[in-house]
């Protein structure tokens, strides 16, 4: 089974940079994936780490220690659109349906204020 | 491309009926899925699929059915509606080639007096 914890809510200020944690426990690792979902809409694809290490996408990154089970999400220069929750998921060696599909965690509603 | 897409958007269902939500992509993606999320429970797997003709069950398959007759569709069918099925359904797919990356459908609100 597996067990993925992160904050339920953060607050941040426009143009800030605000760093999201999830933690997790797995029988075996195969990948863990950050989405981003405003509020009513369907959650999008944000990033994808295997190894250790800092991946970096314009203003978000997101970085992964599989020692520590343990990742995070970086947004920098936030902006008012930036607000929404952010879904930390975990594919573990099986996959909790399937090879490819991950176990979603509860997400972080994120809400950045002027 | 329309992505993924779902039908209907909103529905009210009473305890007992059965209705079907449908799923369409037109991206051609191998793998789909259905996954409902409630309030502070995150998304959770209902069912999914790798390819027409085959479907499993996820998390929490009780109360539910699927078929992949083809690889565009991928409709879910609640058998007999009870209040615990309130909820907000999407449907995502992805190719194999990149599996992890889903892309979700716009989800349907169903909610069941």
């Known amino acids: 089974g597996q067990n993925i914890d992160q904050p339920t809510e953060m607050t941040a200020t426009e143009g800030a940079i605000v760093q999201i944690n999830c933690t997790y426990q797995?029988?075996?690792?195969?990948?863990l994936f950050w989405y981003q979902q405003h509020a009513g809409e369907a959650p999008t694809f944000l990033s994808y780490n295997v190894l250790d290490g800092l991946e970096e996408k314009g203003r978000f990154s997101s970085f992964l220690s599989r020692s520590k089970g343990y990742s995070y999400l970086l947004l920098k220069e936030l902006q008012m659109k930036d607000s929404a929750s952010y879904l930390c998921?975990?594919?573990?060696?099986?996959?909790?349906?399937?090879?490819?599909?991950?176990?979603f965690g509860r997400g972080t509603s994120l809400i950045v204020h002027p | 491309n329309a992505g993924v897409t779902q039908t209907p958007k909103f529905q009210v269902l009473k305890t007992g009926q059965s209705m079907t939500l449908q799923c369409a992509q037109d991206?051609?993606?191998?793998?789909m899925s259905w996954y409902r999320q409630d309030p502070g429970m995150g998304l959770r797997l209902i069912h999914y699929?790798?390819?027409?003709?085959?479907?499993d069950q996820g998390e929490v398959p009780n109360g539910y059915n699927v078929s992949r007759s083809t690889t565009e569709d991928f409709p879910l069918r609640l058998l007999s509606a009870a209040p615990s099925q309130t909820s907000v359904y999407f449907c995502?797919?992805?190719?194999?080639?990149?599996?992890?990356?889903?892309?979700f459908g716009p989800g349907t609100r169903l909610t069941v007096t």
């Open positions: 797995t029988s075996g690792f195969n990948g």
């Open positions: 995502a797919s992805s190719n194999v080639k990149a599996p992890y990356e889903q892309y």
């Open positions: 998921a975990v594919r573990d060696e099986y996959g909790s349906g399937g090879s490819y599909i991950p176990t």
């Open positions: 699929s790798v390819g027409a003709g085959i479907t």
């Open positions: 991206m051609n993606h191998e793998y």
